[in-house]
Structure formats: C-alpha cells, structure tokens
C-alpha cells in the first residue's frame, strides 16, 4: 500500500494485478516533482488526469451507477484517437507523460492534437524529462519497449519528439554508458544461445543496448548475415 499516494496494490488470483485508488486530488510543489496528494471528489480525480481518454469512467455505485463519466471531450477524443492534455502545464508537472502520451498514442493508432503536441515539445526543449529520476521514467520505457509490432512506430515517434536527446546521457558518460549496454547485449546472447529465457526488464535492456550499439563493428558484422 502506498499511503503517500492513496492506492493500493492488489493480488488476485486469475486475474493478477489489480492497482486500486481512492478518489484524489493533487498539486505539484515544482515542476517535475511528485504530487502532494490528499481524498477528493471524484471530479477533482478525473480533472487530475494526464490525458482526456483517460478521464473515463464507470460508476459503481450512488447516484452515478452505471453511469459513464469523464472530460467533455473524452468520448469523442477516443473515437477519433486524439490525444489531448487536461491542463497545458501537464507536461511540465510530469514529464514522464511525455512517454506515457506516445506510448497512448501508437497504442491507439492514433495522434496529439496540434496544442498538445506543441506543449510536449516546449517541455522537452526545457528539458523536463532529465529533471525526474531514473526509477520513475524506468517503467515507461520498459511499457514503450514491451510493446511487440508497436515498438517501431514508438521509436519513431521518440525520434521526431527528440526524446532521444533526452534520454540518452551526455557525452561525458556516454563511453561508460556503452561498455554497459555492449556487456548487457553479450550477456543475453549468451543467455539465449543457451536456451534461457529473459526475465522481466530484460527484453527492455537489451533493446536500449541495440539501439546504442555499434553495428558498423566487425565483431556483430555475423548477426547482419
């Protein structure tokens, strides 16, 4: 349980896990900080979330059962697979969504709405994505790069965003950097020569190592064959 966020992580059997939340409402201290969060109404919880599709939602009980809730422009922002912020500083506040909106938007097919993809840009070029730590922005790479037949297009759209500039390190630890990814890489080819299989995270790493090894270098001219 995390207290500080007001959730609760759930275990169950056949179906696996289930995140529960309560209704919340938050404010950001600085830029790219965590949020304070304290009980809210359901709409202050709908009204702090990242994108309109996904402030839907189903009442469960009360006068909203079995009712369907959300933003104005939630039903048709999904119909039409646009993807919209809530507030323009969204990305600013949490600059993990810049992640999250393109994994969102190949996930559906989709694409931003000229506003948002304008605010997405002025927060990388701010470098908001390098303010936030590594185990925070972790899981929406590993979500970006599990993604099956998505990946390329999410590469791609990473690549037009300039999220790359933001991700990778700054050329003074790039060297060390790569050593780390090219030993990763060998490990898993090592590991897969032997019929083993990768744990969880371990397809992700050895993806970030492909895309920061040197395929020009004799020693992978044979995986080219």
Known sequence: MAERFLTVELRVV???????????????PRPAALPEVEPGSLDEDLARRDFTVN??????AGPVREGLLGHPAALEDLRDRRIRV??????????????????LEVGLGGRRVPATERLAGEAIAEGRLEQIS???VWPEIDAALTAGARVARTLDRWRGLGLFE???PP???????????????????RLVAAGGRLEAGGAT?????????????????????
């Open 55 to 60: 402030t839907l939602a189903v009442g469960l």
């Open 205 to 225: 790493a050895v993806t970030l190592a492909a895309l920061a090894w040197d395929w020009s270098g004799a020693s992978t001219a044979r995986w080219l064959d």
């Open 171 to 189: 050329p003074p630890a790039i060297g060390e950097t790569l050593a780390r990814v090219r030993s990763a890489l060998a490990l898993a080819e």
């Open 166 to 168: 933001a991700l990778l």
């Open 134 to 136: 590594g185990p925070r």
């Open 14 to 28: 056949g179906v696996g896990r289930v995140d529960v939340a309560a209704a919340r409402r938050e404010r950001y």
């Open 86 to 103: 809530l507030q323009a500083a969204s990305f600013r506040h949490a600059p993990t969504r810049l992640l999250r909106g393109v994994t």
